[in-house]
């Protein structure tokens, strides 16, 4: 198939209203269905292609991770664009300076965003409910994603910047099914367990993960963040989770 989008929207047609994804709000756990989650990625790359984002403009992710974020991150992929992830604890030189790199026409950011950037801004919030989508226009999201090759750029992933001054990386739609198929041979988890996402999605470990959950059916929870991820293992009791030593 070599198109990880695809994969997920078949994914959500065979799971329909059944649990995808749990994330906190307002202090309690809630859950997206696979057919809501489908939609809401289907809807958000509709209003990229409104905002007149091409196949193969770059758009910047620049917030912790979240539900929010993967379904941006979809979308971005869903209308032919690249995403480029940034880690959020990078400094504003440091993030401008991959952003002079990348040339990116938007940016995504979190709540907690820190920086005034020098490139157009959507906050999540501003795009959690967009609802003058056309069916005509979630059709061309769809034709959009069978139209994709397994050799169009999918992202720029770059590095944390410990080793030195960060590098780009040029992935393809090919290079991440490749690292899902990796995946899948090395383990498989059924459609009642969750995996608990903690790892910044500005890690490609990361987001192989979230590709991984989207592609073969199980769930994904979202921590907090680290400083509450103990209590969220408790309160999620996830089945697995892809963590890092200072886990």
Not at 113 to 126: A, C, E, G
Not at 139 to 165: F, I, R
Request: a neutral charge; hydrophobic letters at 45%.
């Amino acid at each position: 198939m070599n198109n990880v989008i695809k994969s997920f929207f078949e994914m959500a047609k065979e799971r329909g209203d059944s649990p995808c994804a749990h994330f906190k709000h307002e202090g309690k756990w809630r859950t997206i269905s696979w057919f809501k989650m489908a939609d809401r990625v289907k809807r958000l790359a509709a209003y990229l292609k409104k905002q007149g984002i091409q196949k193969g403009d770059r758009i910047v992710i620049l917030a912790k991770t979240s539900l929010d974020w993967t379904i941006a991150d979809c979308a971005i992929l869903a209308c032919g664009a690249i995403c480029v992830p940034i880690y959020t604890s990078l400094t504003k030189d440091a993030v401008e300076k991959i952003i002079k790199d990348a040339l990116p026409v938007l940016a995504f950011v979190g709540s907690d965003n820190r920086f005034s950037l020098s490139v157009r801004t959507i906050s999540f919030h501003d795009v959690s409910n967009l609802i003058s989508i056309s069916p005509e226009e979630i059709e061309d999201v769809e034709k959009m994603v069978d139209s994709l090759l397994p050799n169009d750029v999918a992202t720029y992933v770059y590095t944390s910047g410990t080793t030195g001054e960060q590098k780009g990386v040029t992935l393809t739609h090919k290079n991440l099914y490749a690292e899902i198929l990796a995946a899948i041979d090395a383990f498989r988890f059924l459609p009642d367990e969750i995996g608990l996402m903690c790892l910044p999605f500005a890690h490609v470990l990361g987001r192989m993960i979230q590709f991984y959950q989207l592609s073969v059916g199980c769930q994904s929870a979202y921590a907090e963040s680290i400083e509450r991820l103990a209590s969220n293992y408790l309160e999620v009791r996830p089945h697995f989770v892809c963590g890092v030593p200072r886990m």
